[in-house]
């Protein structure tokens, strides 16, 4: 009957129900025709969301609000732009730096496009940057957060293979600085082909009193990363205390927020967090179905009758992460995917820390491509672009992300050289 559990999920996507809900009443559906008894479903739920580590989600989500509101964000941008600004296409490139920056708090892509990209896109709009470009700017290096640590599809990753937080946390380092930086080189090219303006250079003394400025915005992810790494403190411990240091710094040093404010961030924090925690309880129950009707020895038992060759199994696995992150939210898609995934890599030889910087990598890119990247939608919105504008505006910066996805796939290294060096 697992036919009738997709069915009813694929359905659910089409009339467009949240994803945690066809999760959960596909769910519902075969339990009923199965005739499990319905106490199954609060206990997978429950026992999906009851993992300390996942406590550390809503504390990210949290700081990374407080960042924003609080004026660190903006803090992050104007030094990039004092940076970079005198070189062609300079805020296209501080767009590119500050998503870097801030992306390594927040650690989700969709975030880092509406925060970054309200601020961003019209104001590269304003100097005469293409509305197209400045969308397809802010929606491509969105897709750094979730590989830059600290990540929350990292966390999830971690959460589902038993795998350390930290060592994901810089797993994720090398292949994010490397899209990074693909994605500065792409936009200085196409910056000096279409003559786009730059800024006059800023003095060392400007560039200096903008870093003691973001100093306070910057120590942030020293502190967090640091701790992690150095055992000081667990993730969840981390991201309770990015949030005070983020109040704080808001409050205090920036004096952005209100006690209004933090109300108002508070609650869209919580709404957030509540949203993913039933994804991740849902997808515990679907998961958990799964394994009772031996999908997972399916799906691999299919894969390596085919071949057996490490390559190809990644290259097949690829395809289908990319195509489900194309109109699956990543959270989700890892929740469902990646244990399943996960076994199958593993049979041929892949390092589990190596597959889980391929699975996130896939995902987030997925998020913008077209024709149903969820970042596009959402820079699509602020920059008011047609989404067929947009896709054909985003194909050199989607050819930057497979370059690096294709690297990363073949040199393993550049997954697993840093958390290598801790062990």
């Known amino acids: 009957m697992i036919w009738l559990l997709f069915v009813v999920f694929l359905g659910c ?8 809900f066809s999760l959960g009443l596909s769910c519902l559906v075969y339990i009923v025709v199965e005739g499990i008894p319905f106490i199954v479903l ?33 803090k992050i941008i104007s030094f990039c732009n004092h940076v970079l600004g005198h070189i062609r296409g300079g805020l296209a490139l501080a767009n590119v730096g500050a998503s870097m920056l801030f992306a390594g708090i927040t650690g989700t892509a969709v975030s880092d496009t509406a925060s970054i990209g309200s601020v961003m896109i019209p104001a590269m709009k304003k100097e005469g940057y293409g ?11 969105s897709t750094v957060g979730p590989i830059i640590p600290p990540s929350v599809p990292m966390i999830i990753a971690a959460t589902l ?22 994605l500065m080189i792409t936009v200085w ?7 786009y303006p730059k800024h006059p250079r800023s003095s060392l003394s400007a560039i200096g009193k903008s870093f003691v400025d973001t100093f306070w915005a910057l120590l942030m992810t020293v502190i967090i990363l640091y701790g992690i790494i150095g055992g000081i403190f667990t993730p969840t411990e981390a991201s309770i205390i990015a949030a005070v240091y983020a109040c704080m710094v808001g409050t ?16 869209d924090s919580m709404k957030t967090s509540a949203s993913l925690l039933i994804l991740i309880g849902f997808a515990n129950l679907f998961g958990w179905i799964l394994v009772v009707e031996q999908f997972p020895q399916f799906i691999s038992s299919e894969i390596l009758s085919f071949t057996d060759n490490k390559y190809l199994v990644l290259l097949m696995i690829n395809i289908v992460l990319i195509v489900v992150g194309t109109f699956m939210e990543t959270i989700a898609a890892l929740l469902i995917l990646f244990p399943i995934l996960l076994k199958v890599a593993e049979s041929v030889g892949v390092d589990p820390i190596h597959f889980a910087v391929i699975a996130v990598l ?9 024709p149903v990247g969820v970042c596009l939608f959402v820079a699509s919105s602020i920059g008011k672009v047609p989404m067929g504008r947009l896709s054909k505006a985003m194909l050199p910066f989607l050819a930057v992300s497979f370059v690096v ?11 697993v050289f840093l958390p290598g060096l801790f062990e």
């Open 362 to 370: 896939n995902l987030i890119i997925g998020l913008t491509t077209p």
């Open 42 to 74: 609060p206990m997978k739920v429950y026992s999906g969301m009851d993992v300390f580590v996942l406590l550390s989600i809503p504390g990210f989500i949290l700081a990374g609000n407080l960042m924003n509101y609080g004026g660190l964000t903006q």
């Open 252 to 267: 205090l040093i920036y004096k952005k927020l209100s006690f209004k404010k933090i109300q108002v961030i508070v609650l």
């Open 405 to 415: 996805l294709i690297l990363v796939t073949l040199f393993p290294q550049l997954a």
């Open 189 to 195: 090219f196409i910056s000096k082909k279409r003559k």
């Open 131 to 141: 509305d197209d470009f400045s969308c397809a700017v802010t929606a491509a290096s």
């Open 161 to 182: 293979s038993g795998l350390s937080v930290g060592k994901l946390f810089l797993a994720g380092a090398i292949p994010g600085l490397m899209l990074g930086f693909g």
């Open 13 to 20: 996507l089409v009339v467009r129900v949240p994803i945690a």
